[in-house]
């Protein structure tokens, strides 16, 4: 396996200077970026990588600005990479956790979104439950707004976040194949890491159990597999998805040890995998449901570097939708 | 005693009897007394004389899925402003759900409803009565005290019965009464938390989506169970191609069915839905363009029966929210016919067989005498632009709720004169 390579590896030469004004003003999804979009973010994190290695962990770009971290769901590695993010950059971050938003228990997100704006925050971080939410939000405040994930739909910087990750340890993006496996079908991380990989010209591969896989998927993917070592043939990179104990209850699959025994990443089946194949998770993960332990914390494993570039990539999309000096 | 009313030079269009002519009416207390096509008509000394200056003249449209605010919801509409609502589109009698609170499952709640919207709506309100008390599938209501109080037909509203058994008791039953069962269709553990057509759309905006079969298999269990029973039984609203082939194929064994199909599935589809826009979360959801395409077809060669407007007021709290937890429901009694125009304009559908769906086709199920151009039918009349170009404006709208599906929509077709019972119960005035 590659060792990583540092920040100077870009996929489209680096860009050596200020980087061009970034035209978006939310980031809710990646669909909303074209190509050259993606790349421009992946290059700024990679900026941002030596800045959170080095002693004085400061990069004060948002110096004055605030930054509302808004999560209607509990997340601590995507609300925490968020924090440190914000708090490098110099922004004043405030973390506001909400119980799930829903009519009959008052106050609507509409209305949360009201009170927020009145706040004048620069930037809220969003986590909901429902697809569309964040979107819903970003149209009733004055301020950017970051999609930190909002329920089957999309999870934009954990995408970012997964591509700087692999072209880190391959070298590029561009050529691979790329095996997704898991809950196919209740995953954000998916729909957003297909829309990313298929503008960066990845092969994509789906693998699931028929049940997790949603209707269509094969126009989102390049291939579609339901038997997990000829799925993993070949690949370049494996990512395992968690899958959430409700649905391992007789619902959706028969039992835990039923779905180890046929969509676990174990070293068998990652033998079917080009030998230098790495390994991701979006985290956090169920070592012995989808992923064997060994595997998880093994050589081939970059779980680790993904968190890492968690935050580079936060640090990345706040710069780049909060420029230095701008006022909103 | 109101003066005789004369429209003449009138584009006269009524499906009952397939005319499409030149032509005038004579309306005398409330009864259309008189027509004459391409001639003289008589005329009554004193007559109110209408100039139709060549607009169509048509039946009112019959509306036979409207959900009301009141009694119970007064905020989101009250029997007052959808019969306003109703008189603007055209609509001059609506047979209205019973899911209110209470539901009307009970005959002193139709007489009710019967007496209050005769005090306060322009328009004539038909109470449908519901299937099963409390509009929770466990035991039926009293369809024979319910039919005397007045009520026009059996439905459970937006809830779909699940027990076969109780179905088939439910319909037998109604079979004494020769009373219709108007069934929505939806099996629940197939919609489960479904919010929107099941297919990639959904997939792409991480929405859980509801398959058609939910919609094709109570369909095919109803059909069986109607033709078992011999119930007049009226599917309410169909949206997919293989329903459509049920229906049809259920109509060829001559079972006494109908089918209605909401004007959302032959105007709107899934791409509408955009970027999260609650105004086209519906239920039945919005299909995808080949189904509306089978939809417009069904329509054409008769499977189809009735076009409805599904109206259902949502106050823009319910509707202001994340796609998956908003209401289901968009208002769309002033909107019905320019819309359903819309089929004629683009040449999908003919005007005789766009409002014989609207007019004629819910009559003969329901048994109203309306629904006609004919001596001795009320009259219940409209008069309107098939050409009219207009705007829908969230301003203009004179239901309580705003969740239109045609919001901005440019529309071609305006009613210019709603007339119920003889009385003119809107005109439209010319802004310039």
């Known amino acids: ?328 | 005693m109101n003066r005789p009313l004369l429209i003449e030079n009138a584009r006269l269009v009524d499906p009952a009897s397939g005319t499409d002519a030149r032509g005038a009416v004579l309306v005398e207390n409330g009864v259309i007394t008189d027509l004459a096509l391409e001639g003289p008509i008589g005329v009554p000394d004193g007559a109110e004389v209408i100039d139709a200056a060549g607009h169509v003249l048509a039946p009112g449209l019959i509306d036979m899925r409207v959900f009301t605010g009141e009694p119970g919801k007064e905020y989101r509409e009250t029997l007052q402003s959808a019969g306003e609502a109703a008189a603007v589109g055209g609509v001059t009698s609506f047979v209205m759900m019973p899911d209110t609170s209470p539901v009307v499952d009970d005959g002193a709640l139709v007489d009710f409803l019967l007496r209050r919207g005769k005090a306060t709506s322009k328009v004539n309100i038909l109470p449908a009565a519901a299937i099963t008390k409390g509009l929770r599938g466990e035991e039926i209501t009293e369809f024979g005290l319910l039919q005397e109080a007045g009520a026009v037909c059996l439905t459970d509203g937006r809830s779909s019965i699940q027990s076969s058994a109780l179905l088939r008791t439910a319909m037998s039953y109604a079979a004494n009464y020769d009373m219709p069962i108007v069934h929505h269709l939806a099996d629940r553990g197939l919609v489960g938390d479904g919010v929107m057509n099941e297919g990639f759309f959904a997939t792409i905006l991480g929405l859980k989506g509801i398959p058609r079969e939910a919609e094709t298999i109570p369909l095919a269990r109803d059909l069986q169970l109607a033709a078992l029973t011999g119930v007049r039984y009226h599917a309410a609203q169909i949206s997919t191609a293989s329903s459509a082939e049920l229906v049809r194929a259920a109509k060829a064994r001559h079972a006494n069915v109908t089918a209605g199909v909401s004007i959302n599935n032959l105007a709107l589809n899934e791409n509408d839905i955009g970027r999260y826009r609650t105004f086209f979360k519906l239920a039945t959801p919005l299909r995808s363009e080949d189904d509306r395409q089978a939809m417009i077809e069904a329509l054409r060669n008769g499977t189809i029966d009735t076009i409805h407007s599904d109206h259902d007021p949502q106050d823009s709290e319910v509707k202001r929210q994340p796609f998956a937890e908003a209401s289901d429901g968009a208002i769309g009694l002033e909107t019905l016919l320019a819309a359903a125009l819309r089929l004629v304009h683009s040449g999908e559908v003919d005007l005789l067989s766009v409002l014989r769906a609207m007019t004629i086709r819910p009559a003969q199920i329901l048994g109203l005498p309306s629904g006609r151009i004919a001596r001795g039918a009320p009259a219940d009349l409209i008069l309107f632009d098939p050409d009219y170009p207009w705007q829908v404006s969230e301003t203009a709208i004179r239901s309580r709720s705003r969740n239109t599906s045609f919001e901005g929509a440019r529309l071609a077709g305006k009613v210019m004169r709603t007339i119920v019972g003889g009385q003119t119960v809107y005109l439209h005035t010319y802004t310039l």
Do not use: W
Not at chain 1, 23 to 33: E, F, V, Y
Not at chain 1, 228 to 238: N, P, Q, S
């Open chain 1, 1 to 328: 396996m590659a060792e990583p390579t540092g920040g100077n590896v870009t996929q489209a030469g680096s860009s050596a200077g200020d980087f061009p004004p970034f035209r978006q003003r939310h980031l809710l999804s990646i669909a909303d970026l074209k190509q050259h979009e993606i790349i421009d973010l992946l290059d700024r994190a990679e900026r941002m990588v030596p800045v959170s290695r080095q002693e004085r962990k400061t990069h004060p770009t948002l110096s004055g600005k605030t930054q509302i971290n808004l999560f209607f769901e509990p997340s601590t590695r995507t609300q925490g990479s968020f924090e440190i993010a914000g708090k490098r950059l110099g922004a004043l971050v405030m973390n506001m956790s909400v119980k799930s938003s829903s009519v009959s228990k008052g106050e609507t997100l509409v209305d949360t979104a009201t009170t927020l704006n009145a706040m004048r925050p620069d930037v809220i971080v969003v986590r909901h439950s429902a697809a569309g939410a964040v979107e819903l939000l970003s149209q009733k405040v004055g301020c950017a707004v970051i999609n930190a994930g909002d329920g089957a739909h999309e999870h934009p910087t954990q995408a970012l976040l997964d591509a700087l990750t692999i072209r880190r340890h391959k070298g590029r993006i561009n050529g691979l194949t790329v095996a997704i496996c898991g809950d196919i079908a209740n995953s954000r991380v998916v729909r957003s890491n297909l829309l990313l990989l298929g503008a960066l010209n990845v092969r994509t591969r789906v693998i699931a159990p028929r049940n997790l896989l949603p209707a269509g998927i094969e126009q989102l993917a390049t291939e579609v597999f339901t038997d997990m070592r000829k799925g993993l043939e070949g690949a370049d990179v494996v990512m395992m998805l968690r899958l959430q104990h409700e649905r391992a209850n007789g619902r959706m699959i028969p039992s835990v040890r039923e779905y180890y025994r046929f969509y676990g990443l174990d070293a068998d089946k990652l033998s079917h995998a080009k030998p230098d194949a790495i390994v991701m998770h979006p985290g956090p993960m169920n070592r012995g449901v989808e992923i064997d332990p060994a595997i998880a914390d093994g050589p081939a494993s970059v779980i680790t570097d993904q968190v890492e570039m968690g935050v580079a990539v936060r640090m990345a999309v706040l710069d780049a939708l909060l420029p230095a000096g701008d006022v909103r």
